[in-house]
């Protein structure tokens, strides 16, 4: 029996298996692909602390992994299929073997919603962002588009405002979804330009973005626009399927925890982008793994 398993090796993971490590306790990490999560899709990571000139999200999330092994993190890559909490036993099914533990750490994120139009996959870090805290400096001076219409993509928009000389707001319907207050400072924008009842078709460029074809959705027409960027808030999706039936969760799918991280189920705790909280940002990843980890070696003692 393992003292904590983490499943997820992102930020979140990574952080909590360092505290956990550096607190004594016997601690395997479970990921299915590659440690560092979504920031190894970021071409440059610019927000953290401690990289004056930013650092690449690949390189961030090496270093990560580097350190917690260093300490002593146990790192074994295979995929989660199901688990079984109780406060008195705690068992995850992998692909290879059952695993019981008497903590767990849920860190397995969430995933962006994707518009699956042509060229989106092609251009993703080279023109398509799904994040504007982290990317938006990159397009100072620059021609974007945010497609979407809830309270994310307009405090997208208004983010972007402050370094794009030139802010599209993409919406499929007639009507933003976010709230009133939004909208009003939209509406009062000189730089935001809506563009309702429409959707983005295609993403156009070579080596970068250099456009959208947009149509729209009352009358099929289609027309160009010429643009640097693409800022894709339609939503995320939490990786929460294998979790549902064992822990509370939203009607998103996020995990609820308390200020502790621990979820309904004593013992089992959530951070990162899986739980609900009002910002998925890699800081806070790190401090919810932090926080997790080191309340389940304090329980751990006693």
Do not use: W
């Not at 890559?77 to 692909?95: A, C, N, Q, S, W």
């Not at 994707?114 to 397009?139: H, N, P, R, W």
């Not at 013992?267 to 919810?288: E, P, S």
């Amino acid at each position: 029996m393992k003292e904590i398993v983490i499943i997820g090796g992102g930020p979140a993971g990574l952080t909590a298996g360092i505290y956990a490590v550096r607190g004594g306790a016997d601690t395997l990490l479970l990921e299915e692909a590659f440690p560092g999560g979504q920031i190894v899709n970021t071409t440059m990571v610019e927000n953290y602390p401690g990289f004056p000139d930013g650092i690449d999200g690949i390189g961030l999330g090496n270093a990560m992994q580097k350190q917690a092994e260093k300490l002593g993190l146990s790192i074994v890559y295979d995929t989660v299929t199901g688990v079984e909490f109780t406060p008195e036993r705690k068992l995850i099914h992998t692909t290879g073997e059952t695993i019981e533990a008497k903590k767990v750490i849920i860190a397995t994120g969430s995933s962006p919603r994707k518009l699956a139009v042509e060229g989106e996959e092609k251009f993703t870090g080279c023109g398509i962002s799904y994040c504007a805290v982290c990317d938006a400096a990159f397009y100072r001076n620059a021609v974007v588009a945010v497609a979407g219409g809830g309270d994310t993509a307009l405090t997208d928009a208004l983010h972007l405002t402050r370094f794009a000389k030139k802010v599209y707001l993409i919406h499929r319907r007639d009507k933003y979804r976010a709230g009133e207050a939004l909208q009003k400072r939209i509406a009062h924008s000189d730089i935001i330009e809506p563009i309702l009842n429409s959707k983005v078709v295609e993403v156009l460029g070579t080596d970068k973005v250099t456009g959208v074809v947009v149509e729209n959705t009352l009358t099929s027409e289609q027309k160009t626009l010429e643009l640097d960027g693409v800022f894709v808030a339609v939503g995320t999706q939490p990786r929460s399927q294998v979790f549902a039936d064992e822990v509370k969760c939203t009607d998103e799918g996020y995990i609820e925890t308390d200020a502790h991280m621990m979820t309904s189920v004593d013992g089992v705790y959530a951070v990162g982008d899986i739980r609900n909280t009002v910002l998925r940002q890699v800081i806070t990843a790190a401090a919810d793994g932090a926080i997790a980890a080191t309340h389940a070696v304090e329980m751990l003692m006693g």
